[in-house]
């Protein structure tokens, strides 16, 4: 499935909210090598970034790429290549926003929750244009989910951070 014009714009709008994890006041207690973390250590980036964490997931897959001519040959060949990259659980239900490129080509999506927990996943929607997608796990138990923040709710200057 290709997203629409307005779902183009939907989701960059998505994409941006994604990355804009809010800053202020996630009042998080981290556990620093045993030790609790001074406050001082716990700055808006660090409680956004210890926010999104569970919503993190790793993706990998392998994909068959044209081998280079071997010299003298004059035959073209293929070559399996490992690919890895990232994603961000967009609902509980499943759904995980991803890049486009992270996917392309990939026979078999296989995905790791932050917790460790692996899932094989099937591509929902695509589009390379904007170089993103929705793959779709089946967790037995709802997932944490990123939080989504509103780009008309920013100010200029003000820092975003990119996870996933």
């Not at 809010?22 to 001074?38: D, M, T």
């Not at 980036?45 to 790793?58: C, E, F, G, S, Y």
């Not at 929902?124 to 170089?131: F, G, L, N």
């Not at 779709?136 to 509103?150: N, Q």
């Amino acid at each position: 499935m290709k997203f629409s014009a307005f779902g183009k714009a939907s989701w960059f709008v998505a994409l941006v909210g994604i990355c804009l994890v809010g800053i202020w006041g996630w009042g998080l207690r981290v556990q620093a090598l045993g030790a609790e973390a001074s406050s001082g250590r716990m700055s808006p980036l660090v409680r956004a970034v210890q926010r999104a964490r569970a919503a993190v997931v790793n993706i990998r897959g392998e994909k068959t790429l044209p081998a280079p001519e071997a010299p003298g040959t004059g035959v073209e060949g293929a070559r399996r290549v490992n690919g890895m990259g990232t994603g961000v659980a967009i609902d509980p239900r499943g759904y995980i926003l991803t890049n486009h490129h992270v996917i392309d080509g990939v026979k078999e999506i296989q995905v790791t929750l932050a917790d460790g927990n692996r899932y094989i996943a099937k591509l929902i929607a695509r589009d390379p244009e904007t170089d993103l997608a929705i793959i779709k796990i089946d967790p037995p138990t709802p997932m944490a989910v990123i939080p989504i923040g509103r780009s008309d709710d920013l100010l200029p200057g003000e820092t975003v951070i990119a996870v996933g």
